[in-house]
């Protein structure tokens, strides 16, 4: 006998619920005593303006344009299982509802935040028992994915495989770090993109005619409103919210909206992806000799809680790395600056850090030493057993000056021009150039030098 428990699961989607409740599968709504009634009034905006089609999606068309990946799939009536990668209200969960729509599919929402292996379990043998029954598939919408441990995402793996449920995961963490491959494997991955300045004007617009009247803005202050949302619709949407609900009065400008909403929280993990993305782009806009976005990044991880500490040694790094000789004051002054920031703290102490940053970035660039060192470690591993010539060996034993040690070295300083060319490198081994300084800053005056000297060098050879 048909179990009809979860017959409101299956089928067409019924008239707008709020987020985070499954579609109806027949016509008649959810029906759901305990919990309060869901009307205009107490709907969220954000939840109001939900796009009920895939073209009124914002900001995808890379995935839902005409030949966007998504709309091909759907044409060829084929959805695997994906992993919508992006940052907070991108719109993830809509794509994920109205995939469900339009492939025909059951849909099925949990969160990775309140779900267990119970949750899941169940949600499979739902999927599963619904499949048998009608032929019909289960998009399973997994919020917050990355939250589960690798033992659960493993979970998925037979469902995934058999076709129990498509599986539309959404995460705002970088996939490659945040599941495991197997899973990866079975799935396609999916950047979203955050909302660029045209995406927030159309949601602000769609706003406005849902509320039959503009926002009380001045150009200024709309400019700053969809600044504050920082690529994140939900956010704007909820702005908007306030906004609306204020006394009909003057047009705010930026400082008048300063006073009534707030700017959205800077989004930064010390611990995760965005950390390395922007100690990336600091340190490569040093390298480019950019010294403006040098300082915008600088400023940026500051501004999102890291620690200065953590960018004064990859400063410090930088330095030694992609400075090296070509400025050899660039090292010190970057020991300095960290010593700087240590004796006076914060906030007097990030000016050192960013008088390094300039300095870093306008200084001449030079790795030669770093790829030097990298040789001639790997010099080392290749040729460990030889030992230095017998010439500068130190003779500190009759026995030692009797079978050779220190015979025949010549003293720099008695030398003309304090330099004897002698070899110091192994006798068994060919003489190895791994310095070799560029053309840049003071490395010039040092390339002239060494080419001198392998000249006296090259003279002595028998």
Not at 145 to 174: C, K, S, W
Not at 212 to 232: F, I, K
Not at 249 to 268: H, P
Not at 401 to 416: A, L, M, N, Q, V
Request: net charge neutral; aromatic share 6%; charged share 25%.
């Amino acid at each position: 006998m048909r179990d009809d428990s979860n017959a409101d699961l299956f089928g067409a989607p019924p008239p707008r619920v709020g987020k985070g409740q499954a579609y109806a599968a027949s016509p008649r709504p959810v029906v759901t005593p305990s919990a309060p009634e869901i009307t205009r009034q107490t709907q969220p905006l954000a939840d109001r303006l939900r796009p009920r089609h895939l073209d009124e999606v914002v900001g995808q068309d890379h995935l839902l344009g005409p030949s966007g990946m998504l709309s091909q799939m759907l044409r060829r009536n084929t959805l695997p299982s994906l992993i919508l990668w992006g940052g907070p209200g991108c719109g993830k969960t809509t794509i994920a509802r109205l995939l469900a729509r339009e492939a025909k599919l059951r849909f099925e929402q949990i969160s990775a935040v309140f779900s267990g292996v119970a949750d899941l379990k169940k949600a499979f043998e739902t999927a599963s028992r619904f499949q048998q029954e009608t032929g019909r598939g289960t998009l399973l919408f997994v919020d917050e994915i990355h939250r589960f441990n690798r033992a659960q995402q493993d979970g998925f793996l037979p469902y995934v495989e058999r076709g129990t449920v498509i599986l539309i995961g959404a995460t705002t963490e970088n996939p490659s770090f945040a599941l495991n491959g197997a899973l990866l494997s079975r799935c396609q991955v999916l950047a979203l993109n955050r909302l660029d300045d045209n995406g927030l004007e159309k949601l602000l617009q769609r706003a406005e005619q849902e509320a039959e009247r503009g926002l009380p803005l001045t150009e200024d202050g709309r400019a700053s409103l969809r600044a504050m949302a920082d690529g994140d619709g939900r956010y704007l949407l909820n702005l908007v919210e306030q906004i609306q609900a204020l006394p009909e009065g003057e047009s705010l400008d930026t400082a008048g909206l300063a006073t009534v909403v707030a700017r959205r929280a800077v989004l930064y993990d010390k611990d995760r992806e965005e950390h390395y993305n922007l100690i990336s782009a600091l340190h490569k806009s040093l390298r480019g000799s950019d010294p403006d976005a040098g300082l915008y990044w600088f400023a940026r991880m500051l501004e999102g809680g890291e620690d200065p500490r953590y960018i004064a040694r990859r400063l410090t790094r930088f330095a030694a790395e992609d400075v090296g000789m070509a400025d050899p004051a660039a090292l010190p002054l970057a020991v300095a600056a960290w010593e700087t920031y240590e004796r006076l703290g914060s906030p007097e102490g990030e000016l050192a850090l960013a008088q390094l940053v300039v300095h870093l970035a306008t200084a001449p660039k030079s790795n030669a030493v770093y790829r030097a060192y990298n040789q001639a470690r790997k010099l080392a591993r290749e040729t460990g057993s030889l030992g230095p010539p017998h010439h500068i060996r130190n003779a500190s034993t009759k026995l030692m000056k009797s079978i050779g040690y220190g015979k025949g070295y010549e003293y720099d300083h008695d030398t003309e021009d304090g330099f004897s060319g002698q070899n110091y490198f192994p006798d068994e081994m060919e003489r190895v150039a791994l310095y070799q300084p560029t053309d840049r800053g003071q490395e010039r005056e040092i390339r002239k030098n060494l080419d001198r000297q392998a000249a006296i060098r090259a003279s002595r050879r028998p």
